[in-house]
Structure formats: C-alpha cells, structure tokens
Antibody, heavy 117, light 108 residues
Framework: QVDLVESGGGVVQPGRSLRLSCAASGFTFSTSGMHWVRQAPGKGLEWVAIISYDGSHKYYKDSVKGRFTISRDNAKNTLYLQMSSLRTEDTATYYC??????????WGQGTLVTVSS | EIVLTQSPGTLSLSPGERATLSCRASQSLSNTYLAWYQQKPGQAPRLLIYGASRRATGIPDRFSGSGSGTDFTLTISRLEPEDFAVFYCQQYIASPLTFGGGTKLEIK
C-alpha cells in the first residue's frame, strides 16, 4: 500500500532555513507528481506546492514563491521541501501527498514545523 | 485565486441521519475540478470525492458528491459514528489550488 513518511520538522528561528523530506513507498514514485500541503495549528488546509513526476514542472502558492523550493530524487523515492527565510506564519504541520491529476490522492502523517524565536 | 466558501461551519447531527455539506466557488469549476476530503482529529486528510462526484478508492457509497459550476454538495446518506470529522472541499481547476475553510460535522 502507499506509504508516505515525512521528516525534518522542528523548531527554527525566523529567517532561518529547514529542509523537509518525504520518503515514499508502495507505488512507482518516478511516475507520480507530488504535493506539499500545510495546516497551521487549529486551522484549515493550505496547498503549498506541486512537482511533476520528473521534476520539470513546479508550481507554488504565492506566499512561498522565492522562499520554498520543491524537489525530488527519484532514485531515492524521496520528495523534498527546502524552506528558507522562514516566517512565524509558516508554522504548520506539513504533509506530503501523492498526486492524481492535481488531487492529493494519498497523504503522509505530516511533520510539524514551528518558527519561533 | 479561487475562493471556496463552505457552509455550515458546524453541523450537529445524530448517527443514522443524513448530512448535507455545501461548497461555493468564486468562479466556475466546470463539473469536474472539485474534490472533498475528510480529516479526523490527529490524522491526515483522506480523499473522499474527486471530479465533483467520483468516489475515491475504498470510500463507502453512503458518501456522494454532486454539483457543477460554482455550487457543490457532499451528502452522507446515513451517518455512521466514524463519519464525524471535518470536511474540506478543494478546487483544482487552477493554481494555486485552494481549500474551503471546512465544515465540522459533530455528534448531536
């Protein structure tokens, strides 16, 4: 079955950087687009970014453009989210999700990022 | 950016009753580009419906979706105890993808 395991979350100061990872198994990772979606504590869902199966196409939410970079390593079945210039409003649980024609078909359990001084 | 407005914010019903959740978009989504997700406390969201009315793999047939254009509905025909959760609609006709604010379905 599809399994997505996020890691890399933690507490980070404003302005600093952090890289999240998502290890994928149970499906052919190299042929599937992938998403990052976040959820601030007690709030709703917010889509962050999508990457195509080969990494050639990437789209971002406006508020993270230029600060976050989505990437993937198909040889390692791993998705990444490099986050820089972090702000307090980036505090959230970050989920990776398998794409199905722009839908988030399967989700990981998430990793919490807290941006605080 | 397409804005999705969900109503009601909270819905209080009893097991066995019928639930009707609404999602209105700020512009047309055709009859295809609307999905519904369920999220239980402490868990990741789960895809329920895509293409406005297509059930995802393993979703019971008591869940159904309908609508087109700007108005969409998620119906749960007979509520089971495990159905109580927060439900989100999402549009995927245009980037950025956006979610509605959610409807909390609680036990009355």
């Amino acid at each position: 079955q599809v399994d997505l395991v996020e890691s890399g979350g933690g507490v980070v100061q404003p302005g600093r950087s952090l890289r999240l990872s998502c290890a994928a198994s149970g499906f052919t990772f190299s042929t599937s687009g992938m998403h990052w979606v976040r959820q601030a504590p007690g709030k709703g869902l917010e889509w962050v970014a999508i990457i195509s199966y080969d990494g050639s196409h990437k789209y971002y939410k406006d508020s993270v453009k230029g600060r976050f970079t989505i990437s993937r390593d198909n040889a390692k079945n791993t998705l990444y989210l490099q986050m820089s210039s972090l702000r307090t409003e980036d505090t959230a649980t970050y989920y990776c999700a398998k794409d199905k024609s722009w839908i988030q078909e399967y989700w990981g359990q998430g990793t919490l990022v807290t941006v605080s001084s | 950016e397409i804005v999705l407005t969900q109503s009601p914010g909270t819905l209080s019903l009893s097991p066995g009753e019928r639930a009707t959740l609404s999602c209105r978009a700020s512009q047309s989504l055709s009859n295809t580009y609307l999905a519904w997700y369920q999220q239980k406390p402490g868990q990741a969201p789960r895809l329920l419906i895509y293409g406005a009315s297509r059930r995802a793999t393993g979703i019971p047939d008591r869940f159904s979706g309908s609508g087109s254009g700007t108005d969409f509905t998620l119906t749960i025909s007979r509520l089971e105890p495990e159905d109580f959760a927060v439900f989100y609609c999402q549009q995927y006709i245009a980037s950025p993808l956006t979610f509605g604010g959610g409807t909390k379905l609680e036990i009355k």
